[in-house]
C-alpha cells in the first residue's frame, strides 16, 4: 500500500496489482456524503486480484461526523405575548368626544349659536386627543349652516313680500233691488237710504244686471256696459202713463276697486227732472 495518499490527508486507496503495468496503480475509493443524517458514509475499497493470487480485502472503517443541532437554545428564544397561541393583541378602542356628540345635536335641533361654538371646539379637542368624533362635529357645523341659510331665505321672502291689499269695503248702492226707492245721502251714493215708494224720494231702481268679464276692462268700457244694458231695459219697467220726459236715467257701475273686490253688479236708477218722486213709476202687473 502506498501511504502517500493517507499522509496527505485523503481518502485511503486499495492497491491492485496490474500484470501489465511496470508500477502498481492506485485506484480511488468512492466516498458518499449524507447531508440529510449528517454522518458520513462507509468507505469500501475495491477487491484486486492479482496474477499470482487473491489480494485480501479492506474495508475503511466507518467515521461518524458529531451532528449539530440547528434549533437555537431555549435561552436566546424571546417570549412570545402572552395569551393563547395565535390570538393577536387587542388594539385600544378610541372613545368618542362628547364636545363632537354635543355639536351634532344642536345642529340638529337646531340651536345654532351652540353648534357654531361646539363646533370648532370638538375639532380642537379630537385634533389633541385623537378621539372619534371629527364627521360629528363637521355635520354638526353644516347643519347649523343649513338652518342658517334657511332662515335667511325666509326672512328675505317675508321682507320683501308686499303687503296685502286692504279690504275694499263696498258701498249699499251695489245690494239694491229693482223696485227699491231711495234718498241719496249727503256723500252721493255711498250713503244711500231705501224707503217707501209711497214717501216722496229722490230715485227709484229698475233694474240691476252683472257685467260678464273676469279682468277688469277699465272704467270707460264699464261705463258703457252700464249705459247700454240699463237703458234697453228702462221700457220694461217704467209705467206707459208717465211722460218719460219729465224723468232721467242714472246708473252705478263698480270701479277698479270694487271690481278688484269682485263685484260686478251695474244699478239703474230713475228719477224726476222736476223734483221728488212720489209713487212707484214701476208698470201695473
Known sequence: MDRSAEDAGGPPAALVQDPAAPHPVAVPQQRTVSSST?????????????????????????????????????????????????????????TTDG???????????????????????????VGRS????????????????????A??????AIITRPPPPKPVTLPPVFSLRAGQCLDSGANGISGVHVLSCAQAHDAEVFATFRVADSRYPGAAAVQQRARQGCVSRLSSYLNPELSATSLAQSYVYPDAGAWSAGERT?????????GPLVGSVRAAP
Open 38 to 94: 449528517g454522518t458520513s458514509s462507509t468507505g469500501t475499497s475495491s477487491t484486486g486480484t492479482s496474477s499470482t493470487g487473491t489480494s485480501s480485502t479492506g474495508t475503511s472503517s466507518t467515521g461518524s461526523s458529531s451532528t449539530g443541532s440547528s434549533g437555537a437554545s431555549p435561552a436566546d428564544t424571546p417570549p412570545g405575548p402572552s395569551g393563547p397561541p395565535g390570538q393577536q393583541p387587542r388594539a385600544l378602542r378610541r
Open 151 to 156: 332662515a335667511a331665505i325666509v326672512a328675505a
Open 130 to 149: 385623537g378621539a372619534r368624533g371629527r364627521a360629528l362635529a363637521i355635520t354638526g357645523l353644516a347643519l347649523a349652516g343649513l338652518w342658517t341659510v
Open 266 to 274: 251695474v244699478v239703474c236708477t230713475v228719477r224726476s227732472t222736476s
Open 99 to 125: 364636545v363632537a356628540v354635543a355639536a351634532l345635536v344642536s345642529g340638529i335641533i337646531p340651536a345654532i349659536p351652540v353648534a357654531l361654538v361646539l363646533g370648532p371646539l370638538a375639532l380642537i379637542r
